[in-house]
DNA sequence: GCTTGACTCTCAAGCCACTCGAGACTCTAT
DNA sequence: ATAGAGTCTCGAGTGGCTTGAGAGTCAAGC
């Protein structure tokens, strides 16, 4: 039997900790004394709380590890989260390092304040149907893996009759996570053509309106150059007195090609209608 | 002039932390409307809101920001921060891999429940001194950096006067982050020697009172194994009638080799004393 | 038996960077 | 006039703890 402090040094977990998985029913020390309110462990607990620390680190959250716990989950499936875990931990560096030149591609913009923005183009676009997918992803890597599937299936499926891949941004929530994004290609099919991706999901062909007024701005690299372009955008909104009219629409002129190391170009289309700009009183 | 909702579509950043920025005085809006307390932002404003996003994307928290934006930070200092921030970032992998190979560790642990643990054996320790430096490090990746010195600087500085690598974990908090260590080498130098190493820290002589009973365990590799002999410690104590009694020594007695892949060898050292186990009343 | 100091207890609050919801306005298009 | 989208404030919630206050407990040394 240890007494916390003891039993702290052993697992390799601070007390508070120790104190709030108990508080919070997640593990239990072997005993607690009545009068006293000590809590006492044996070593023969370590198992239990080594489980939860493992599945801690594979991402869980207490809730879950509760439940999994509960239901007696084998080491087998631990060890394929394992292989799981490995697998996001790889994709976040990824993540990370996109980050990192975004963050770069900023500190440019920031350096560049002075200097003009990237020119803005008006056009009208005409009715068109849009091959699409709409889903909220968890993350960056869902985005990017869907889309490799999208590229790897579709264009075998429906050859010419696919134009320009394009995304829209649903949300307004611009952290990469829970993003609810609706992507696709622009394409003749008839408006009640439906295609299944290997994952299951179902991309379906729906009308996408005329817009009159587009304010458009290209933009290399799928990521990096983002926030300069829409910085652009809102300069020149400004300045010749338009507002947003609706979803903006990213079409990819050209696909990045890991091979070849070759970027995107991508046109960002925002609806726009003129409109005197807001004037608060002062 | 915008709205914070077309506002937040340029700069890409959601309305809710537009305003809590605004709360919190880290970014306001060009202007309020007295009167119905409207937000109304300029395209102008976008440089610093990315200024801020920048920095933040560098691991800077809002309050050290607010600091750096009222200092007027250059954009080269930003960069050399980039640059940090990369180099962070790779040691962030490298850790997150060490992390890993704690779990499968952790995860053989399980396994081996019904197993036996590793060998205990109890020894008596001299007294001997100790050429050691004590520190708070905010991160491992510190922590192996300054070992890192320590290995390149003392041996040839010291040479045969030196004994074993050895590391004393002297707080409690057992996760990875602002771990006080002391850490150096065992020594037949004065008490009065001090050395300093390129980073400055300073590196002095002490004496390391004997014990007269040390439970030890081997466990090989610098982390991998590190949970499964303190609990297999745990074990021996409980089963043995032992408690702890001071501070725990891990004696290297091999040195990882990144060259040859050679893991460490570690004997951990923990002072104890008979003592019958703790038996709270039932 | 008493003191000292280390250890433990509970309970509440704090941390960070936001997000979410309720309830009330305000704006714009029809 | 009205609907619907956008905006406001304010308070509470998030996760996974940590920190601190104030009180009680334990073991060793005198």
Redesign the interface.
């Known amino acids: 039997?240890?007494?916390i402090?003891?039993?702290?040094?052993?697992?390799?977990?601070?007390?508070s900790q120790l104190r709030y998985y108990a508080d919070i029913g997640l593990f239990q020390p072997d005993?607690i004394?009545?009068?006293t309110g000590?809590r006492?462990y044996?070593?023969?607990q370590?198992?239990r709380l080594?489980?939860i620390?493992?599945l801690k680190?594979?991402g869980m959250t207490l809730d879950q590890i509760r439940q999994a716990l509960s239901d007696n989950i084998s080491?087998n499936e631990?060890?394929g989260m394992?292989r799981l875990?490995?697998a996001k931990?790889e994709q976040?560096?990824e993540e990370?390092?996109q980050?990192?030149r975004?963050?770069?591609a900023?500190?440019r913009?920031?350096?560049d304040?002075t200097s003009e923005g990237i020119e803005v183009v008006l056009k009208s676009v005409p009715a068109q149907r849009f091959l699409s997918l709409r889903e909220t992803f968890p993350g960056m890597g869902d985005t990017l893996g869907v889309l490799g599937e999208m590229l790897q299936v579709l264009p075998e499926r429906f050859g010419p009759k696919l134009g320009y891949m394009t995304a829209m941004l649903h949300g307004?929530?611009?952290?990469l996570e829970n993003v609810d994004i609706e992507m696709g290609f622009a394409t003749d099919l008839d408006t009640d053509t439906s295609t299944r991706l290997p994952s299951d999901r179902v991309l379906a062909v729906r009308e996408l309106p005329a817009v009159e007024t587009m304010a458009t701005v290209a933009r290399v690299g799928s990521f990096e150059n983002?926030?300069r372009s829409?910085?652009s955008?809102?300069?020149w909104?400004?300045?010749n007195g338009y507002?947003?009219a609706d979803t903006?629409r990213e079409v990819f002129l050209q696909l990045p090609c890991p091979d070849t190391g070759a970027d995107a170009v991508v046109e960002i289309q925002v609806p726009v209608i003129a409109r005197p700009?807001?004037?608060?009183?002062?």
Chains 1, 2 share one sequence.
């Open positions: 039997m240890f007494k402090g003891d039993f702290s040094k052993i697992a390799q977990v601070p007390v005993q004394d009545p009068f000590y006492y044996r070593a023969e370590l198992p080594n489980r620390l493992v680190d594979l080491t631990v060890r394992l875990r490995k931990i976040a560096v990370e390092l980050r990192l975004a963050v770069e900023r500190l913009q920031i350096e304040e307004a929530s611009f952290n983002n926030c829409y910085g955008l809102g300069l909104l400004e300045q507002t947003f903006a700009a807001v004037q608060p009183p002062n």
